[in-house]
């Protein structure tokens, strides 16, 4: 998803277009959700942050809609386009979500040999993005896959434009479907209803590690307080359960083809925690 920002961001710089594209995210950890934000304007671009009311959100991963950390939803207007990689259809999205804005979706394959495949979808939502803006053409957009994956293979840089241009392709009867809203006038601002918090004593308000609803007693999450051990009578040497639980090289394959850890410890795959890998 940062690359696809970086896509997007390059393929309006090059169509004239001022240009601001971040990511945000948390723990650099497999399987915690990320955002990337693009914004495009052709006069100079004052705002900073998060984007609150977006003209365009897309969901890689439909999982994510009804997280409520990810946040698929705020900020959402009638004048936003929702755009989902799902293998549902537009309408059953609509049925659930009860929302008035547009929804779109890139159909999402249900089943692939290999996982690695879905790490095109991020060329695929640049794609599809670029046509729904109306503004943005596909040399513009090959040029600017050229730019950002610059270095890489030739077949993996190939492979990107490709799937960008499916994307594209996709989106051809919605082209210039988003419409640019601006940002909220200042006359328009109305200051939040201020809530005065009763003034507690220091035994109340002050925080404590001696009492309920710490990191140990909190069952949503048990970084830090658990010793990650793998039994290697259990290990099926395969690829995403462990990997999925720890940081980018934590864990590592020896040469007989089991995980091996490099000493981090935020994850819970622990002996007697119930997580075994298998």
Same mark, same amino acid.
């Given at each position: 998803?940062?690359?696809?920002?970086?896509?997007?961001?390059?393929?309006?710089? =090059?169509?004239?277009?001022?240009?601001?594209?971040?990511?945000r995210?948390?723990?650099?950890?497999?399987?915690?959700?990320?955002?990337a934000?693009?914004?495009?304007?052709?006069e100079p671009?004052?705002?900073r942050?998060?984007?609150?009311?977006?003209?365009?959100v897309?969901?890689?991963?439909?999982?994510?809609?009804?997280?409520?950390?990810a946040?698929?939803?705020?900020?959402?207007?009638d004048?936003?386009?929702?755009?989902?990689?799902?293998?549902?259809?537009?309408?059953? +999205? &609509?049925?659930?979500?009860?929302?008035?804005?547009?929804?779109?979706?890139?159909?999402?394959?249900?089943?692939?040999?290999? =996982?690695l495949?879905?790490?095109?979808?991020?060329?695929?939502?640049?794609?599809?993005?670029?046509?729904l803006?109306?503004?943005?053409? &596909?040399e513009?957009?090959?040029?600017?896959i050229?730019?950002?994956?610059?270095? &890489?293979p030739?077949?993996?840089?190939e492979?990107n434009?490709? #799937?960008? #241009?499916?994307?594209?392709?996709? #989106?051809?009867?919605?082209?210039?479907?988003?419409?640019?809203?601006?940002?909220?006038?200042?006359?328009?601002?109305?200051?939040?209803? +201020?809530?005065?918090?009763?003034?507690?004593?220091?035994?109340?308000?002050?925080p404590?590690?001696?009492?309920g609803?710490?990191?140990?007693?909190?069952?949503?999450?048990?970084w =830090?307080?658990m010793?990650?051990?793998?039994?290697?009578?259990?290990?099926k040497?395969?690829?995403?359960?462990?990997s999925?639980?720890?940081?980018?090289?934590?864990?590592?394959?020896?040469?007989t083809g &089991? +995980?091996?850890?490099?000493g981090?410890?935020?994850?819970d795959?622990?002996?007697?925690?119930?997580?075994?890998?298998?």
């Open positions: 998803m940062k690359t696809a920002s970086r896509i997007l961001g390059t393929a309006f710089f =090059r169509a004239g277009y001022q240009v601001q594209d971040a990511p995210y948390g723990a650099e950890r497999r399987g915690a959700p990320i955002f934000y693009v914004r495009a304007s052709k671009i004052n705002e942050g998060i984007i609150l009311h977006p003209d365009l897309i969901v890689a991963d439909d999982s994510l809609v009804p997280v409520p950390a946040g698929v939803m705020a900020g959402l207007t004048n936003t386009v929702l755009l989902i990689s799902t293998t549902e259809t537009a309408e059953e +999205w &609509k049925h659930r979500l009860n929302l008035d804005c547009t929804i779109l979706t890139l159909p999402a394959p249900e089943e692939i040999e290999d =996982r495949e879905l790490r095109y979808v991020g060329a695929e939502c640049a794609g599809a993005a670029a046509c803006t109306g503004v943005i053409a &596909k513009s957009l090959e040029e600017a050229r730019d950002e994956l610059e270095g &890489k030739g077949k993996v840089i492979r434009i490709a #799937m960008a #241009m499916e994307g594209y392709d996709r #989106m051809a009867d919605h082209k210039g479907l988003i419409e640019e809203s601006g940002l909220p006038s200042a006359k328009e601002y109305t200051p939040p209803e +201020w809530i005065d918090m009763p003034f507690e004593a220091a035994n109340i308000s002050s404590s590690i001696h009492t609803l710490t990191s140990v007693l909190v069952r949503t999450g048990l =830090r307080t010793r990650p051990v793998i039994e290697y009578d259990n290990c040497k395969c690829w995403w359960v462990c999925g639980s720890c940081p980018d090289g934590a864990i590592s394959v020896n040469a &089991k +995980w091996t850890t490099s981090c410890t935020p994850c795959v622990a002996r007697g925690s119930g997580r075994r890998p298998s």
